[in-house]
Each structure stands twice: as structure tokens, then as C-alpha cells.
């Protein structure tokens, strides 16, 4: 006998099953299963949208149901911890063969609830419909609770640059999946989903941080994206990482350069931040270069990195 | 020699084209090209997602990327009217094959200049990506100028159903199209993309509506949603309908029931709403049915409709 199907469940039953048990937050005023949700939000109300394809962002053979519905969430709250702001609500849009099992789908709204308890955040909303692939996208709402929100290009001559979270660990995570293997686990799970450090965006934005950035792409190509925004040279020191065991592991097994992972891995969902001066970051922050004058660029040591390694293609 | 496809183009070079020349709005406080965008709005913020599926919501042998952009903001929008609002921003997903043409993509961004222009919302942000299939995301964020947001749930036993908008015109487009034709041009034309009717909502929030919804499944489907949620019978009166001109021709060519079309047909995002009384209706506002008391479900003239006809199945 085959599973049952979302397409035998149909709209609303799936509606239903993603929207159980949704805890019930002040903010949000009117939930799901009205044409519009309803959000009590502060100005400037920050607003992303980040979407997830199969066989682009994910493999349904290498990430569970769970897995997905955490990435999706995660995602999406991480550029409103990168704009110092605080995620409130989301919503959610869900496309999806109708030959995926409801096991799956029970698994996805778990992570999606599992997520959203993490990060405080409400599902407002969404929308369900089919499709040939799997394809998430969901949109964050978030507030600045009175801080200005930071922007990328605030970056200036003089500041300290330094990170909060993980970095490379999906990067090898995608190294070992694609050789085959399941292992070291944690790597596999970063991959699978990101550990957001949540908080740490609004605690960045209240220590005075002058510029800051979700790095989906890599650290390089994104700390390339405050170079650019603010007209500045970003100088990176290698030797201010640590390179993790697990990381230290893969590489050593797959001759890959961890140094490489580190600078270039992306889908960590880690903070880069600009700070006026080292006494000014945050506990929990590593400082990793500086800010110089010059052209828009990121430098490793003083010298460009590579090109070809710079971090996650879009198409 | 093939065309410049938006794999050659790359991400932000795709983001650039989207997001070039689009007119700043003083609610927009940051833009495209941040982590996330910056929105003044009040509280409620009304936010709403809906996603449009190549293949599931349109076919691109019967729709131009111009369409497409078009229909993606507007049935956001419609979503915003539906609950007595306005519409402030938006933030756009596109999900596209890298073989897609840059002259799509073009059209596609203008389609979307034009109907934000003719909704008066802003482009504030959004996201790109690869994918196997074209999908568009777009959530919309509104506010409701000091009124309370218009339920679902609000239907009161005595109130009169009125509707706004077009009926069954997409619906006669797709029975068209469906049959290789491309005439009547106007019904085919409201298949590609609907005409809705912008600033219908917040008058008649203004009015006193006591409930509305966006008809996007067809209006006996989205009737039996306001039925439910206020636990009320709904009871149309066929006669209340003035077949158009267009659809009479479609339905005689096509041994097609115009009054079925009017009565199921989704996709036009009409509006429909519940008043205190007739002289409660604005203008432009055609009255088509009563609230009783009863079991929650539609009636035409006091009878049950087919089942098998009651509107738009989303797999």
C-alpha cells in the first residue's frame, strides 16, 4: 500500500497540518486563515524573503522534512539579525509535488514550528499550492525595538571587522554529502540546517556595530558585499581563525585547504559585522581583519583570494 | 545564434534589471541590495503571500513574462483589498530556470513595474534563484488607515452579498485557451493577468463591510470560506448576475454554462463582502445574495450548487 499522498490530503488538510498547534504570540492579531495576516509591528518594519529550491539549495536525499522547515525559517530570520533587528513573524509558501508523502510534510511543519520556537518568531501566514519540485519561500517581519538598522554600508576606515558563528561547517558538510558519506555528523547537519546564532544581531546593533551581514554566500563574497556598499578595503587575517576539528577532519580526508572552507563556505548563516574599535565587539565575537581605505575589495593578508573561490553561485 | 539567458546574466545582474528604475516611495525607507528592507507602516501590518507555479497557476505558451509580473502583484494585492486595506510594498521570489531569456526576464520586470505603479505599492526587496521551473513569490505588507481589518468571520444574518470586480472572465480565458483559440482577446487577456479593482477594498471597509474576500478559487468556493468562518448560510440570487457580453460568446461556442462560469470561475480577484444593508453598498458594487441563518454553505437561489464545481484545485 502506498503512503498518503499531500495531493490526496489536499489544500486545506495541508493548511491544517502545517498550521496545528501554532503557538499564539501577542504581535500577530490575525493568524493564519484570513486573506491577510495581521502583525502589530514598529517602524521601520524589516521585511526579507529568502526561497529554497530542491536540487539548488537542498537534496531531498540528503535533508529531511525537518531539516528543510528549520533551513527555511533560519534563513530568512538570519538577514533580520543582519539588519540588527529582531524577527517577530513569518510567513510561509509551500510548493510541492503532489506525490510528497504527509509523513514528509508532518516532518517540514515540525522543523518550521521547531524553528520559528527558537528564533521567537510566529508563523503569520502563507500560502500551499503544487508544483514539479519542492520550493519554500518564506518572507520575515522583524523591528529595530529603536536602534537604526544596520545597514552594509556603514563600514568605516579604521574599524575592526568580526564574526559570530559558524563558518565553513556546511561548506563541508556539502564536501563530505557529495562524496557519499554521512560523516563527521555535525558538519552533515550544519549543511542540513544552519545554527543560527540568534540575538546576536541585535546585541551587534547595541555595541555600536557600523555595518553588518548575513553570510549565505561565504564570508569573502560577503564581506565583498560591505566592501563594495561602503566604498571601502576589508583586510582579512587568516590566522585569526580557528580552524575547527570537524573541519580540520573533512579537510584532511577530502584534500580540501580548511583555510578554503572557512573563508568561502557559505549556508552557515553566521553575522559579519563592523565595529569602531576592538573594545566595542560583542562577547562571543572572533575579530578577523580591518577596515582600510582604498577600493571596494577583501583582501586575505593584504592579497587577493583566489577568484574562482569565492563563494555560492546562484544559477 | 541563441539568446542571452539569465544563467549567462547571473544573480545580480538579474537583480539589476528587476530592480532598476523603480520609483522610490517615502514608506520605503531602505530598498533593494540590504539584508532586508526598511518599511514605514502602521499597526496592523496586513501581510499576505501567494505564489504563482509554472505549469500549476500559468503556462508560458499562454502567458508572456509581462503577464506573469503583472498577475504576481496583483493577486498579492487583491489580498490586501480583501481585508479593507491598502497596499504599501511588496517583496518579489522568482524561482527561474537558468535557459530563461533575458527578454523574458525583462518583460517579466516590467510587467511588475506597471502593476505596482497601478496598486501604488513599491518594490522594497525579494530574492533570486535557480530552479527547474518558473515560481513567483510575493508577499505584500499593508495597513489599514486607522480601520479595523475586515474578517472573514464578520458575515451578521440580514446582511446583503455584494461583489466588485470580474466574474468568470479568466475562467472564460482558460476554456479558450484550453481549446487552442485566442479570442474573445479580452477573456484571455484576464486569464494572463486580472484586473483588479484597486482602492474597492478600503471603501468598502469604509462602507461598514462586516466581512470580505478576495475571489480567487470562484465565488460560490470563496463565499462557502465566509459562510464558515461566520457560521452563516449564504444565498445567491442568479438572477443578480448580468452575464457580459464576452462570456456570452464563449459559452455559446463552447456549449458552456456562462452563469457556471460567473458562479465558479477563479482567478479574476473580484472582491466579495458582506454589508449591513443595501443602502449600505458603495457604489460600483453589484449586490448578488443575502445571509441567513443556517448551517454554514451557499446557496443559488435557495439550492445547493454541484459539488463538483465549486472552484479552483490548488494540486
Keep these: 500500500m502506498s503512503e498518503p499522498t499531500i495531493g490526496e490530503l489536499g489544500e486545506f488538510g495541508l493548511i491544517e497540518l502545517i498550521t496545528a498547534d501554532l503557538p499564539e504570540t501577542p504581535a500577530v492579531v490575525i493568524g493564519p486563515g484570513d486573506d491577510a495576516a495581521g502583525v502589530t509591528l514598529e517602524s521601520p518594519v524589516l521585511v526579507t524573503t529568502d526561497v529554497l529550491v530542491e536540487n539548488v539549495h537542498f537534496r531531498r536525499a540528503w535533508s529531511t522534512g525537518a531539516d ?16 540588527g533587528g529582531r ?21 517540514f511543519a515540525a522543523g518550521v514550528r521547531a524553528e520559528c520556537a527558537a528564533a521567537g518568531v510566529a508563523l503569520a501566514g502563507g500560502d ?17 525595538d529603536g536602534r537604526a538598522p544596520v545597514r552594509r554600508n556603514g563600514c568605516r576606515v579604521g574599524d575592526v571587522v568580526a564574526v559570530r558563528g559558524r ?15 554521512r560523516s563527521p555528523r555535525v558538519v552533515v547537519e550544519a549543511q542540513r540546517a544552519p545554527e543560527v546564532p540568534y540575538g546576536a544581531g541585535a546585541e551587534a546593533a547595541e555595541a555600536g556595530a557600523t555595518a553588518m551581514i548575513d553570510v549565505s554566500d561565504g564570508l569573502l563574497a560577503d564581506l565583498g558585499h560591505l566592501a563594495r556598499a561602503s566604498g571601502v578595503t576589508i583586510d582579512v587575517t587568516a590566522g585569526a581563525f580557528e580552524i575547527p576539528e570537524p573541519l580540520q577532519a573533512v579537510a584532511a580526508a577530502t584534500g580540501t585547504d580548511p583555510l578554503r572552507l572557512v ?30 581605505a582604498g577600493d571596494p575589495a577583501v583582501l586575505v593578508d593584504g592579497e587577493p583570494w583566489p577568484d574562482e573561490d569565492r563563494g555560492w553561485k546562484h544559477f
Design 263 to 292: 573563508l568561502t563556505g557559505g549556508e552557515d548563516h553566521a553575522l559579519a559585522a563592523t565595529f569602531p574599535a576592538p573594545d566595542a565587539v560583542p562577547d562571543g565575537w572572533l575579530v578577523v581583519g580591518t577596515v582600510r
Design 167 to 181: 563558518l565553513g561547517w556546511a561548506a563541508a558538510g556539502l564536501v563530505v554529502l557529495g562524496r557519499g558519506f
Design 128 to 144: 500551499i499550492t503544487g508544483a514539479g519540485e519542492l520550493v519554500v519561500s518564506v518572507t520575515a517581519l522583524g523591528v529595530t
Design 68 to 83: 528543510l522547515g528549520r533551513k527555511a525559517i533560519a534563513v530568512n530570520v538570519a538577514d533580520i539579525e543582519a539588519m
Design 87 to 107: 524577527a517577530v513573524a513569518v510567513t510561509l509558501a509551500l510548493s510541492a509535488p503532489p506525490d510528497t508523502t504527509v509523513a514528509w510534510a508532518r516532518e
